[in-house]
């Protein structure tokens, strides 16, 4: 799986406005200079970010001197999965295509159903975290599941 810069840091800011959500029972809004200080996040590219996750209806915002930004629905109702697609589109491609729109022939042939597999588990994983998972630090017991192989932790994940 890749994972862009931006799908990077628009999933920090979220965990952020989610921790922030929780930790307060009013929600008052977090400025984009506080989320970018927060991750250590560049903040020229953050305000555009969040202009994608606000389109989407991630995150709502106001101006102002009590402005910022803060979740539109709780926590617990927005899977990464949300996050990856209001930034980069749909989950898992090859060269840029749908898995189930590439021809494969041959002994190639079940490649196809590896690629639509792959997609579909980190499907269910992305959908199954939580913005509330993350903010926590307790993630569902299937996902902790497949980080205690030592394995997990040596194959890479490559962010663009």
């Known amino acids: 799986?890749?994972?862009?810069?931006?799908?990077?840091?628009?999933l920090r800011a979220a965990a952020e406005l989610a921790s922030a959500a929780e930790a307060s029972t009013?929600?008052?809004?977090?400025?984009?200079?506080?989320?970018?200080?927060?991750q250590?996040?560049?903040?020229?590219?953050?305000e555009n970010i969040l202009g994608q996750l606000r389109r989407s209806g991630i995150i709502r915002s106001q101006r102002g001197p009590d402005g910022g930004y803060w979740l539109a629905r709780s926590a617990d109702e927005i899977s990464l999965a949300d996050i990856i697609r209001?930034?980069?589109g749909p989950l898992l491609g090859v060269r840029g295509e749908r898995p189930e729109d590439v021809g494969y022939a041959g002994a190639a042939r079940s490649l196809?159903?590896?690629?639509?597999?792959?997609?579909?588990?980190e499907r269910a994983?992305?959908?199954?975290?939580t913005l509330s998972h993350i903010?926590?630090?307790?993630?569902?017991?299937?996902?902790?599941?497949?980080?205690?192989?030592?394995?997990?932790?040596?194959k890479p994940v490559f962010f663009a």
Do not use: N
């Open 135 to 154: 903010a926590r630090g307790e993630l569902p017991e299937s996902v902790q599941q497949l980080t205690e192989d030592p394995k997990a932790w040596t």
């Open 112 to 121: 196809q159903e590896v690629w639509i597999a792959l997609r579909a588990s």
């Open 1 to 10: 799986m890749r994972l862009s810069a931006r799908v990077d840091y628009a």
């Open 40 to 46: 250590q996040i560049p903040p020229k590219f953050l």
């Open 26 to 38: 009013g929600g008052h809004p977090v400025t984009a200079v506080q989320l970018a200080e927060a």
């Open 86 to 88: 209001a930034i980069d």
């Open 125 to 129: 994983i992305l959908e199954l975290v």
